[in-house]
């Protein structure tokens, strides 16, 4: 079947300059060509681009420098937790996230396991293409992780890992 000459191929991603115009007017949102949803980066003070999406190497250097309190409430806010449940899910006490300032920095070793978890959550409000839903997924009990509630393994490195592992079977529609 031929294509009508007035009939345009739509392009798969966005051309350099369409990017740089994004940029230009400082939308925090990145536009992906596969969904109408709209991504926005959790740790904005650290990153450009969704943490889901950043390599190995822009992690390390995340994690080096230190996320700030004030990308901390980013992702409390994104994720819909208390600093109890942030403290729960970071392996830290409460204070410890209460009393550092806005604009101070956590230790590479916590800095680590919240980046850990906003990629999580990025990769989720991907997937789900809506952070609310994803987030009342996050608290229910999954017959795939054994009637465990998501949030209550995200506590360390192979919980979080287990969880994203289910995520990325949904995004493949694979039963879960």
Known sequence: MAKKKNQTTPKPYPTEEEDNNA???GEPAIK?????????????????????QLTAFEKMHIVHDG?????????????????TMLAKALSVTR???????????FNSGLSEKILGMADLYSYGFEVFENENRFNQWMAKPNKALGGQVPYDLIDNQFGREEVKNLIGRIDYGIYS
Do not use: W
Not at 67 to 83: C, G
């Open 32 to 52: 992906y060509p596969y969904s109408n949803f709209r991504f926005e980066v959790i740790l904005a003070n650290a990153s450009q681009k969704p943490e889901s």
């Open 67 to 83: 996320v700030s309190k004030k990308d901390l409430e980013l992702l409390k806010s994104k994720a819909d937790l208390d600093y």
């Open 95 to 105: 204070a410890t996230l209460i009393n550092k300032k806005r604009g101070e920095k």
């Open 23 to 25: 940029s230009m007017v």
